[in-house]
């Protein structure tokens, strides 16, 4: 795993996307943040982040057509992406993983660590989970 990992955290709850940054910062991750799917593909497409976290609803283009068009391209199809959602029973197609929002921090932190090494569990984890 890169030693700053960068991180492209795509959500409309401003809230959310503060907390989110913050516990990703604290990992030791470069956050870019967008507030809706059409913002977050063009920031995913110009900085070609390390994961991408996005949200299911929001509005101009929801986190599945996000999810969509960054399989579409060349590069970013690799790119690990996590879909999270406050909808419970929710399954994440196309081999994205899904994150309840529940405010289970440690969860999504130990998430975020497992995308990152390409879903390999390991020791390191362990101090997370």
Known sequence: MNSH???LLVDDDGDLLEVYTLVLE?????VTTARDGQEGLARALAQRPD???TDLNMPRMNGLELC???REDEFLR???RILHSSEPL???PYGEVFLQKDGDLAGFQYRVALSLR???DGPELA???
């Open 90 to 92: 929710f399954r994440a």
């Open 127 to 129: 101090s997370v989970a």
């Open 51 to 53: 994961l991408i976290i």
């Open 26 to 30: 604290d990992m030791g991750c470069v």
């Open 68 to 70: 969509q068009r960054l």
């Open 118 to 120: 390409g879903g390999r």
């Open 5 to 7: 990992p960068r991180v």
């Open 78 to 80: 690799f790119v690990p």
